[in-house]
C-alpha cells in the first residue's frame, strides 16, 4: 500500500476508535459518535482514492468522494443513500437544534462499519 494510503487508514482507525469509545460512555455521546463515524468513512474513502491515485478536493461530502470512486467500485456504489445520509447527519450533530439519539447513533456506526470492511478488502487490509 501507498504510504499515503496508509496514512488515510492510520487516521481512519483512529475516528472509528472514537466512534466506538463513544458509545461507552456514560452517558453515551451519541453525536460524537455519528461525527467519527462520518469522518472515518470518510477517511476510508480518501485512503482508496489515494491508493488509486485519484486527486480528490478537501470536503466531507461522501458522496462527492463516492463519485470519484465510481464506476470502479460497485459495492461502495449500493451504498450511495447511506452515505448520503451519514453526511447530513453528522454536520447536523455539530450545531444545536439536533442531537441524535441511541438509534441514529447505531445506524451511523453500520454505514461506517460497511465503509470500513469494503475499503480494506479493496486495499488489501487484514479485517480487524
Given at each position: 500500500?501507498?504510504p499515503?494510503?496508509?496514512?488515510?487508514?492510520d487516521?481512519?482507525?483512529?475516528?472509528?476508535?472514537?466512534?466506538?469509545a463513544?458509545?461507552?460512555?456514560?452517558?453515551p455521546a451519541?453525536?460524537?459518535?455519528?461525527?467519527?463515524?462520518?469522518?472515518a468513512?470518510?477517511?476510508?474513502?480518501?485512503?482508496?482514492?489515494?491508493?488509486?491515485?485519484?486527486?480528490?478536493?478537501?470536503?466531507?461530502d461522501?458522496?462527492?468522494?463516492?463519485?470519484?470512486i465510481?464506476p470502479?467500485?460497485?459495492?461502495?456504489?449500493?451504498?450511495?443513500?447511506d452515505?448520503?445520509?451519514l453526511?447530513?447527519?453528522?454536520?447536523?450533530?455539530?450545531y444545536?437544534?439536533?442531537?441524535?439519539?441511541?438509534?441514529?447513533?447505531?445506524?451511523?456506526?453500520?454505514?461506517?462499519?460497511a465503509?470500513r470492511r469494503?475499503?480494506?478488502?479493496?486495499?488489501?487490509?487484514?479485517?480487524?
Amino acid at each position: 500500500m501507498k504510504p499515503s494510503s496508509s496514512e488515510w487508514v492510520d487516521k481512519a482507525e483512529e475516528d472509528y476508535r472514537l466512534m466506538e469509545a463513544a458509545r461507552g460512555l456514560d452517558p453515551p455521546a451519541y453525536d460524537g459518535g455519528c461525527f467519527h463515524a462520518q469522518q472515518a468513512a470518510e477517511k476510508y474513502l480518501k485512503a482508496v482514492l489515494a491508493e488509486r491515485v485519484i486527486p480528490f478536493p478537501r470536503v466531507h461530502d461522501l458522496t462527492r468522494l463516492l463519485d470519484l470512486i465510481e464506476p470502479a467500485n460497485n459495492e461502495l456504489t449500493t451504498m450511495r443513500a447511506d452515505l448520503d445520509a451519514l453526511s447530513r447527519l453528522s454536520a447536523q450533530v455539530r450545531y444545536p437544534g439536533f442531537s441524535a439519539d441511541s438509534d441514529k447513533a447505531k445506524e451511523a456506526r453500520g454505514i461506517a462499519a460497511a465503509v470500513r470492511r469494503i475499503c480494506r478488502q479493496q486495499l488489501g487490509l487484514q479485517q480487524v
